[in-house]
């Protein structure tokens, strides 16, 4: 039996990185980032810099995508072990592999939300900016008006969303 689980979190936690991999090559494809990020930054430093600029950050992205792979790791251990302490303090038993089965799960349930917003932008949208993309479909701040909300209420109402 434990070694049944223990396939079963290895097979949700590799499961976790390929979902995740997939939505940032996903996202890559759907936006065409080299674009945009040229669009935003050619009025701004001019042409010649804002090229410089969009090739810099395309040479790192394999690099980026690793890096972020790395912290998602990092996450779900965090996370892990704090409700492992959280649950050493208050005397409630339960082992790290369910902990970490209940962590993995609930990391699926925001990668699906990440899933959706792709597709939301797939289909519904086909002009892409910075700004368009900055506001997420299924947050609070969608339901208003982004530039009629304070600029210090955007950061927080694009956070709260349905899957999180």
């Known amino acids: ?9 290895h097979v949700q936690f590799l499961l976790i990185i390929a979902l995740y991999i997939t939505t940032i090559v996903l996202s890559n494809h ?12 050619h009025p701004v430093v001019g042409y010649e810099r804002a090229k410089e600029l969009v090739n810099y950050i395309i040479k790192f ?37 369910n902990i970490l089965s209940i962590v993995i799960n609930s990391e699926l349930i925001i990668i699906l939300g990440h899933f959706f917003n792709l597709f939301y932008f797939w289909f ?5 900016t910075l700004e368009s993309i900055s506001t997420p479909p299924f947050s609070v701040l969608a339901l208003f008006n982004p530039s009629e909300v304070e600029p210090w209420l955007r950061y927080p109402f694009s956070l709260l969303n349905i899957f999180e």
Do not use: H, W
């Open 61 to 97: 992205q394999n690099i980026s995508t690793i890096i972020d792979v790395l912290l998602l790791i990092i996450k779900i251990i965090a996370i892990t072990l704090l409700l492992k302490i959280g649950c050493l303090f208050t005397n409630f038993s339960i082992s790290f592999k």
């Open 1 to 9: 039996m434990i070694y049944i689980l223990t396939r079963k979190i």
């Open 124 to 128: 519904a949208n086909d002009i892409y």
């Open 30 to 41: 759907i936006f065409n980032f080299k674009e945009l990020l040229f669009e935003n930054y």
